[in-house]
């Protein structure tokens, strides 16, 4: 049995060699040439129409004999290599998937050795070959061919499986790919998207698509096995924060990105953290000098507000929402804004009351408002009456109101639910509402400054 495989290999090997060499034109048919060609037409017009499973038995045996007609010397090999993916894509069976895919790396090699090499064509190889899981080590290989080939104008179609191949091989710690391969594999991408950018390429979507993708792989990969070192992190950080070095938010930012890739004690880092002090305390910059006195208030507002100069810059928001006649400027977000601070920095609960509930008549779907004013209903507990029911009665709106939160706006349902699970903990218990003739569900109207229509809610006695 053994000796049966061992001669089967080897025949399996002799005709594939056989087969790749073979690059005969339609003189080579047994039965003439125009008999060769009614053929071709023949499986031509089950492939136009897509039917692949009555093309290819006509194909196969023309193929025996017509690989490259001097006409199209690409057409029998580009068809069939066609139909093998297809009938990759159809089958669920691996065992046929694995047969067609070799049947396909063989077309590609031969129709190197009749027509050339092609980039294109070796990444598209490579495509099918990392869809249907061949070997790694061979997907990178003819992945590196097309690049070799294409040089800047490589197929994108190559990107995801060259970078995907590579770094699986450098998880798995083969010795092909070590970390010093693996970044050369990330600038060899990296400068195809980086030609086609300056070149302006009409394709440049689709390699930025394609480059998006390996630098999500590589980042994964990165955050496991520290391949990229700082100068790397500080590079692509800098593009992202292109106007950090006037900008305190954007300074903020890369800061912190660059603080935890690089650590706290970087030089890079110190200058940063010396350059955000710089910024902080001074006003004295010509930019923001020259706004805080000519900008419109709400841009005023925007620049007091990175320089957490909160006082004032709630006195410019209060301006600009005075003067917001048109929708060019974010009115329900001006207003919250107004709200969560006098909620927070004041605090001023009816002032706030107030802009939050102009905030909602704005944005009636915007369900952060909603969170906000059941924050300040839950605030005012203090404020309202001077017994422990009516402290915790003001509990009954404020949850009222994030269930209106969840209702109107999904992005906010577990802030939602986790204030309303940590407050509903402090409703009056049933005790209390039978000795006011309450009961769970009854209409209650809170008396105190808030003047609120409401649910009565109850908890268990503990």
């Known amino acids: 049995m053994v000796k049966l495989n061992v001669v089967l290999i080897l025949c399996l090997a002799v005709c594939s060699a ?3 060499a073979q690059c ?7 039965d003439g040439i125009q008999k060769a060609k009614e053929q071709h037409m023949f499986y031509r017009e089950f492939f136009n129409s897509k039917k ?13 004999h017509v690989q490259a007609p001097k006409d199209a010397p690409r057409r029998h090999l580009k068809d069939g290599i066609k139909m093998y993916q297809e009938f990759m894509k159809k089958t669920e069976d691996v065992a046929k998937q694995q047969g067609h895919l070799q049947q396909m790396v063989q077309l590609y090699d031969q129709l190197a050795t009749c027509t050339g090499e092609k980039s294109t064509d070796r990444a598209f190889q490579a495509y099918y070959m990392y869809r249907f899981k061949a070997d790694l080590s061979s997907i990178v290989s003819v992945a590196q061919k097309a690049i070799e080939l294409g040089k800047h104008n490589t197929h994108e179609t190559v990107f995801v499986p060259y970078a995907a191949s590579a770094i699986r091989l450098f998880k798995n710690k083969e010795a092909t790919i070590s970390k010093t391969r693996l970044l050369e594999i990330y600038e060899e991408l990296k400068t195809i998207v980086i030609h086609h950018r300056t070149n302006k390429s009409k394709k440049l979507d689709a390699y930025e698509t394609k480059w998006a993708k390996v630098q999500a792989l590589f980042q994964e990969v990165d955050s496991k096995f520290k391949i990229f ?12 924060y292109k106007d950090y070095y006037n900008n305190t938010k954007q300074l ?21 953290v010396e350059r955000k002090a710089v910024l902080k305390d001074s006003l004295t910059h010509e930019q923001e000098k020259n706004c805080l006195q000519n900008c419109p208030p709400y841009e005023q507002a925007q620049l007091l507000e990175r320089l957490e100069r909160i006082p004032e810059a709630m006195e410019a928001y209060k301006k600009a929402l005075l003067q917001a006649e048109s929708d060019s400027l974010p009115k329900s977000e001006i207003a919250y804004k107004l709200a969560y601070y006098y909620y927070l920095t004041a605090p001023n609960y009816p002032t706030a009351l107030k802009y939050c509930k102009q905030a909602i008549k704005l944005s009636p779907q915007w369900g952060d408002p909603y969170i906000l004013l059941g924050l300040i209903y839950a605030a005012s507990a203090k404020d309202c009456g001077t ?18 939160a969840k209702a109107v706006d999904l992005s906010t349902t577990k802030r939602a639910n986790d204030y309303i699970l940590k407050y509903s903990k402090h409703f009056p218990t049933v005790s209390q509402g039978f000795q006011r003739g309450l009961k769970e569900g009854d209409d209650y109207t809170i008396n105190c400054w808030i003047k609120v229509k409401t649910t009565v809610r109850l908890r268990k006695s503990h």
């Open 18 to 20: 056989n087969l790749v």
């Open 52 to 64: 692949y499973t009555e093309a290819f038995p006509i194909w196969e045996k023309l193929f025996v």
């Open 387 to 404: 017994d422990d029911w009516d402290s915790r009665v003001v509990y009954w709106p404020a949850v009222d109101t994030w269930e209106k």
């Open 24 to 30: 005969k034109s339609w003189e080579n048919y047994p």
């Open 229 to 240: 070192d700082c100068n790397h992190h500080i590079q692509k950080y800098r593009l992202k």
């Open 252 to 272: 903020d930012a890369y800061i912190s990105v660059l603080a935890q890739k690089c650590g706290n004690d970087n030089s890079y880092v110190q200058e940063l």
